[in-house]
């Protein structure tokens, strides 16, 4: 009778024999890049492929030959700058960025500063129901923009809206929010009541993130809580406040969701009143993608710009203060 032989492990040619340092090193080195490649590919295809895309359309324009009916009367030629000289001398583009600009100037002071008020009234010591306090104004931005937006817009209604209805009654005037100069008010209310609770969180969490020793000494030197508000807390959540500053001016500069919604309840909205309703417009209304895609691509390159500008700005002031 013939026995089997064992086999023997860890040395060579053995079928479970340790990988050389070289192997494990390089599988060391590629694993990262397995754990990114997901994230790359959905990046490639629903992010850097369209904006690709947005680019070479806007490069391109459609020449028609004869009457542009038939095979072929149609075909896509190369435009050069053509659909960028158009935009910027648009008039409804330029006006549409006026208009986003004022809406900007109401939005993003009386947002962030309710934030930074609402945050620090949490964060004090004698605040009462905080939880509770904190989700009522989290709650608004879990709210769709859409839906927010059109409830909005029928509170503005004077036929269906309980305020004008309390005004009536008590005699005092009745202001057309959906016309005129009240309308800025009007779209910067849904923005403002819509995005503070966000950014209310961020500096709220970063007010929690100070040690405690810090107030303690300050209280010792006799500080007030609202110097310690002034001169301590407000200076330390500093990098919160131009992080919601920076997702503010990005989400102004985009400004969609509230005009469109609104534009069925009023004349005084046009399609063109912001310059993404310009894009939507052209691209989806008139049918011409090229321009559009210039128009979108300018938008970008104007929020770019504004953003790191801000940012760079921000941190050399931050470094000069160090320096002191």
Known sequence: MTTARRKSYGVKGAPYALPSPTTTLKRARSAPYFFLLPATVLFSLFFALPIGYAVWLSFHKVKVSGL????????????????????????????????????????????????????????????????FTRLAIFLPYAIPGVVAALLWGFLYLPDVSPFYFVLEKLGLPQPDLLDGGPLYLALSNIAIWGGTGFNMIVIYTSLQAIPAEVYEAAKLDGATPLQIALRIKIPMVAPSLVLTFFFSIIATLQVFNEPTTLKPLTNSVSTTWSPLMKVYRDAFGTGDIYQAAAEAVIIALATLVLSFGFLRAANRRNKQEAAR
Not at 88 to 102: P, Q, Y
């Open 68 to 131: 542009g009916l038939g095979k072929g009367a149609r075909s896509e030629v190369w435009a050069g700058i053509e659909n960028y000289t158009d935009a910027f001398t648009d008039s409804e583009l330029l006006d549409g960025a006026l208009r986003v600009l004022g809406y900007g100037c109401i939005v993003v002071p009386v947002m962030l500063g309710l934030a930074l008020l609402f945050a620090l009234m949490l964060d004090s010591e004698k605040v009462r129901l905080a939880p």
